[in-house]
């Protein structure tokens, strides 16, 4: 029996095009003692896994090349050779881009099945960019009623809940975003209490300053760059930055300028 994978092929340099991956064919091993055959339903694609096509020390090790791309996966049991997960089971974990794969049960998470939640959730908000959010706005950003939180790649997985749990705290909230729908979204759906555009945004500390005139108290950085340039200059004494992401210098060949806006941290204490 077999399935099939995608697999890194090569490291990128810049971004990534259709040759850095390959799809194959791969024969599927006997289900041993304690491993389960599972059936992959939903795969994220998440920004730290271009981090992790480098071949370079990092939080998260490096993707072996002609090996499968690991990442969160939801699945379902098809076969078990275990009593902790019998076939049918929704199950999810770190794991291998493939249709198919058997793997120890014991790398597995199992899912409890409520029609009221779709099952890619578990990829968003109830797994890793939920947790994620959670960590750096209550954990490190320590939000309080009444304080000003800004979030770059508002929209986004991470972001978008990173808001919402700044509103339940009685925050004010401003979402950056790359377009008028993402920020229309932001500011209908998720409760934002206002969001700009950076793509079309000339003057965007001056944005930032006219919608946050009490400073900003908290940002949580998604992308780095000129963005959380914009954003630094308007920080408040003992504003906190959760740094979660860098996207924006994720796909650069070479290193960027800086760090550059250090002055400011440190006036800022």
Known sequence: MTTKQIVLA?????????????????????????????KSLYYSVDPYMRGRMNDKKSYAPPFKLDEPIIGGIVGEVIESNTPELK?????????PW???????????????????????????????????AYVGMVLIGRPAKGETVVISGAAGAVGSAAGQIAKIFGCRVIGIAGSDEKC?????EFGFDAAINYK???????????????????????VGGE?????????????????????????SDKPETGPRQFPILLTKS
């Open 184 to 188: 229309k979204v932001l500011t209908d």
């Open 87 to 95: 076939p049918g089971f929704i199950v999810t974990g770190r794991l």
């Open 200 to 222: 079309t945004e000339k003057q965007l500390s001056k944005a930032i300053e006219t919608l946050c005139p009490n400073g900003v108290d908290i940002y949580f950085d998604n």
């Open 227 to 251: 963005i959380s340039d914009a954003v630094i200059e308007n920080l408040n004494f003992h504003a906190r930055i959760p740094l979660c992401g860098q996207i924006s210098m994720y796909n």
């Open 10 to 38: 090569k490291r990128p340099a810049g971004i990534p095009d259709k040759d850095a991956f390959r799809i194959e064919e791969t024969d599927l091993p006997a289900v041993g003692d304690g491993q389960v055959l599972v």
């Open 98 to 132: 493939k249709e198919q794969f058997v793997i120890d049960a014991a790398s597995l998470k199992e899912i409890e099945k409520d029609d009221a939640v779709p099952l890619s959730a578990h990829l968003g908000v109830l797994g890793m960019p939920g947790l994620t």
